[in-house]
């Protein structure tokens, strides 16, 4: 169990650092928030952040899965990575 916590604390680190560097929003306020539409980021912003997401876990997001938080980000990774293992 510590480790997928572990991992879920990783992905969680990267999403926020993928999140950062696209949009220069400050890491604490961010995981403060943690919801994308109130910090005020536009539909650019968002697919920006969803294809370099994308690129760095080697996954595909459909269109259909709403990512309007962190925790969107992080559970998606976290799902898809667990349906990979088994």
Known sequence: MKNVT????????EVVHII??????????LLKVRDLTRLG????????IILK????????????VPVYTVDDFVNY????RAMQAS
């Open 41 to 48: 980021l536009d539909i650019i912003d968002v697919v920006d």
């Open 20 to 29: 950062t560097s696209i949009t220069n929003i400050n890491p604490n306020r």
């Open 53 to 64: 997401v994308e690129k760095t876990y080697q996954l595909t997001i459909p269109d259909e």
């Open 77 to 80: 990774v976290c799902t898809h």
């Open 6 to 13: 572990l991992n879920t604390q990783a992905i969680q680190n």
